[in-house]
């Protein structure tokens, strides 16, 4: 598999994931899927390490279920008191998708930090981070490096990857849920993915200055009136469509204008 990091074995003393116990050496201990299925999840990151490497590494037990993106193989297990699930779906690019609880007090990179140092890898290991760029790595142990860190995305690099593929980010690609992901994360970066778009959909539709910019999207979207709810497939593929085509247009006008702060 061509770009996998090598991720070392087990250690020898290190039981497995599966066994809760008192003075256990293994950093992860494994939950099922039955005990993980209620985690509120989000996405976290994406590793170029096989999965099976993972597995190997924490002596997790791999499960496999099917979603509506294929069969996927995953696990949930807790480490540094942080709950993460590690998957990979049939199909995909080798390598592993990470994610998390949503919530609580660590800051992802520290969440990261926690899982490469688990698996005995560095930065390099990390194929892109879900939280946009500016993410400070430099706390973690520099002889993980190697010498050399992998850079995180930029908001630009993540918005042409979250257009792509919206579905390696939502679980549902409709309207509802990529507007509040895109909130979401527009909200983690402090604004800067978004900035100035609700001004700049209310200059072009000239009115609505007092609309959130999703609202106003759907003022341009539909301009003969928003569908009545519950919205049809039809209907929040047209939504999703149109609202890509305006981020488009707007970062497009963003790059254009010299004058502008992006």
Known sequence: M????????????????????????????????????????MSLASFSVDLDAVARRLKLTLETSWDEHGPVRVAFFVLDGTDFVVTHHEGDAPGTHVWTRKGGPVD??????????????????????????????SHLVTAW??????????????????????????????????????????????GALLNGFREWLAARLGSGWNLVWWALAVELVFPE??????????????????????????????????????
């Not at 039809?234 to 963003?254: I, P, S, T, W």
């Open 2 to 41: 061509t770009g996998m990091i090598f991720v070392p074995d087990a250690e020898g003393d290190w039981e497995p994931a599966t066994e809760c116990q008192e003075g256990r050496r293994n950093p992860a201990w494994q939950v099922s899927m039955f005990q993980g299925a209620a985690w509120p999840l």
């Open 108 to 137: 992802s990179a520290t969440r990261v930090g926690s899982l490469l140092a688990a698996l005995g890898v560095g930065p390099e290991a990390v194929s892109y981070l879900t939280w946009g760029s500016g993410t400070d790595l």
């Open 145 to 190: 490096g190697r010498g050399r860190g992998k850079p995180v995305w930029s908001h630009q690099d993540f918005w042409e990857n979250f257009k792509k593929r919206p579905s390696m980010f939502v679980v549902r690609v409709t309207f509802e849920a990529v507007t509040g992901f895109l909130a979401g994360y527009n909200s983690a970066a402090e």
């Open 225 to 262: 009136g928003r569908p009545a709810e519950p919205w049809s497939y039809e209907d929040d593929q047209q939504a999703v469509g149109g609202l890509f085509r305006l981020l488009d247009e707007f970062f497009e006008h963003l790059a254009g204008d010299p004058k502008t702060d992006s």
